[in-house]
Nanobody, 129 residues
Framework: QVQLVESGGGLVHAGGSLRLSCAAS?????????????IGWLRHAPGKAREFVAG????????YYADSVKGRFTISRDTPKNVVYMEMNSLKPTDTAVYYC?????????????????WGQGTQVTVSS
């Protein structure tokens, strides 16, 4: 019932920028429930384990980053539109990966490096040297 749709990936030269988007929606018979999920971005590079990149809680008041992207990536959200953005600057070849957005239900405390309840299909980011 929950759909996460990522967009914004692509090919960029080292030092360039990209903005990823994650649109979350829930189709539910529970009309009273509006779904501002906790959202995290994780990435999976070939031959490597999936790793946490950034996360933002459902209110948009708390953001979390992996050390490898601090100062280069910025996560934000447009809560009325239920869209989370990740601005990626100063990209490096080591940022090359498939980027996934994941969602955690908002009634639990956000655990950005924990497990996620829902996943998008992923978007490829390739940074050339």
């Amino acid at each position: 019932q929950v759909q996460l749709v990522e967009s914004g990936g692509g090919l960029v030269h080292a030092g360039g920028s990209l903005r990823l988007s994650c649109a979350a929606s829930e189709r539910s018979v529970r009309d009273y429930y509006v779904s501002p999920f906790h959202i995290g971005w994780l990435r999976h590079a070939p031959g490597k384990a999936r790793e946490f990149v950034a996360g933002i809680n459902w209110r948009g008041l708390s953001a979390y980053y992996a050390d490898s992207v601090k100062g280069r990536f910025t996560i934000s959200r447009d809560t009325p539109k239920n869209v989370v953005y990740m601005e990626m600057n100063s990209l490096k070849p080591t940022d090359t990966a498939v980027y996934y957005c994941g969602a955690q239900d908002p009634w639990n405390n956000f655990d950005p490096r924990g497990s996620y309840d829902y996943w998008g299909q992923g978007t490829q980011v390739t940074v050339s040297s």
